[in-house]
């Protein structure tokens, strides 16, 4: 692989990582106040940083969990040990997040969608909550992505 090709590839894993920040803060706001995902995404797109996103992404994580947000809930409920009212904003916004992508972003392969999720959660959520989004989105995969386990 030539150095541009890593600079290139090394400049759409930001890209993304980025997308995913944002689009994570976007439905961490709208967990807390469900408004019009409209006005949620305008406020992101003027903040810092924005033009660094990979906004195709961006747009796809965000309206994307909104729209199917009650199939998303029911995809990862039976993988989560408490009532979905008793999670924290950030770990609902990561799993659901993880999951529409998981499920709509196949050329993402599914332990980078995992690991991500992780990094965002190290981030943004409480001081172990990254095992649980781990476990979590580990069964969510053996689900959604059964063929590119079985051809692992």
């Given at each position: 692989m030539s150095d541009d090709d890593q600079k290139r590839r090394g400049h759409t894993r930001n890209a993304r990582r980025r997308s995913?920040?944002?689009?994570?803060?976007?439905?961490?706001?709208?967990?807390?106040n469900p408004s019009e995902v409209g006005e949620i995404d305008a406020?992101?797109?003027?903040?810092?940083?924005?033009?660094?996103?990979?906004?195709?992404?961006?747009?796809s994580l965000?309206?994307?969990?909104?729209r199917n947000l009650e199939d998303?809930?029911?995809q990862i409920q039976p993988f989560v040990d408490?009532?979905?009212?008793?999670?924290?904003p950030v770990e609902k916004a990561v799993l659901v997040l993880g999951t529409h992508e998981m499920n709509t972003h196949l050329d993402i392969p599914y332990r980078v969608v995992i690991n991500e999720a992780v990094e965002?959660?190290?981030?943004?959520g409480g001081t172990d909550a990254f095992k649980f989004i781990n476990g979590v989105l580990d069964k969510v995969a053996g689900q959604a992505r059964q063929a590119e386990i079985r051809a692992q």
């Open positions: 995913r920040e944002l689009a994570l803060q976007g439905l961490y706001q709208w967990f807390l406020h992101i797109q003027d903040a810092p940083g924005f033009d660094k996103a990979d906004r195709a992404h961006y747009q965000l309206h994307g969990s909104v998303l809930i029911h408490r009532p979905w009212p008793e999670l924290s965002l959660t190290k981030t943004f």
